[in-house]
């Protein structure tokens, strides 16, 4: 009997293993295709040189992966990061004073590593506003909070985009119903593999392809 369970329990944990894997392998994607050239996509390319994905996927579920082992809080911290990044849209994001107090020290870690930058003033206590610098962070977040099929369908969409095809972040949006930050996102790690270009233009969110 107790083997019986034992291995009832073994097929129950494999299972869920493998559910949070499938729902994460577009995030695998991404992070292969940024490689190095973002602070937190570097950390999971060591991590997959050391672990297979399903390991991966483990401790993402545990958050226990490298980005969660920075501070106790970074997880709570990443997922407020996120419900205030769909819900503002913006690049500047504003918190609350209660917010600045309660995460100083994993802000002060995620600031110090690159994933975010912290806008101050001179005179002031309290953090003007707090943006997310690192793409590979947002869609670290992404894997963690977002709809799986959403974020498939980003990566699928502008993974095939054709040389000079335009892609239109705003129309992106609202069909997907993703914040354009994480089209954005989306785009910069593609460009920044030389993929496609970004536009520069002030207000605009759209990307093309060039190979």
């Given amino acids: 009997m107790a083997g019986f369970m034992g291995n009832a329990t073994r097929e129950t944990r494999t299972h869920q293993v493998t559910k949070v894997q499938d729902a994460i392998d577009w995030f695998f994607k991404i992070i292969r295709i940024a490689g190095v050239n973002f602070p937190v996509a570097a950390a999971f390319v060591q991590l997959q040189a050391e672990l297979e994905s399903d ?7 545990k958050l226990e992966d490298p980005i969660s082992f920075i501070h106790e809080d970074v997880p709570s911290l990443s997922r407020e990061i996120y419900q205030t990044q769909a819900s503002q849209d913006s690049e500047s994001l504003s918190f609350n004073d209660e917010f600045y107090e309660k995460y100083r ?16 003033a001179l005179g002031v206590k309290v953090p003007l506003g707090i943006r997310v610098t690192d793409p590979s962070y947002m869609l ?11 974020m498939e369908n980003l990566i699928d969409q502008v993974d095939s985009c054709r040389p000079d095809k335009w892609l239109d972040g705003e129309f992106i949006k609202d069909e997907m119903g993703l914040p354009k930050s994480v089209v954005r996102a989306v785009f910069k790690i593609y460009e920044a593999k030389g993929y496609g270009l ?6 605009t969110c759209e990307y093309m392809g060039k190979a």
Wanted: aromatic share 8%; charged share 30%.
């Fill in 105 to 120: 020290r994993p802000l002060a870690a995620l600031n110090q590593r690159g994933f975010i930058s912290i806008s101050e």
């Fill in 198 to 203: 970004l536009s520069n233009t002030i207000g």
């Fill in 140 to 150: 670290y977040m992404c894997a963690l909070f977002e709809d799986k099929t959403k």
């Fill in 55 to 61: 390991k991966i996927a483990d401790r993402l579920k």
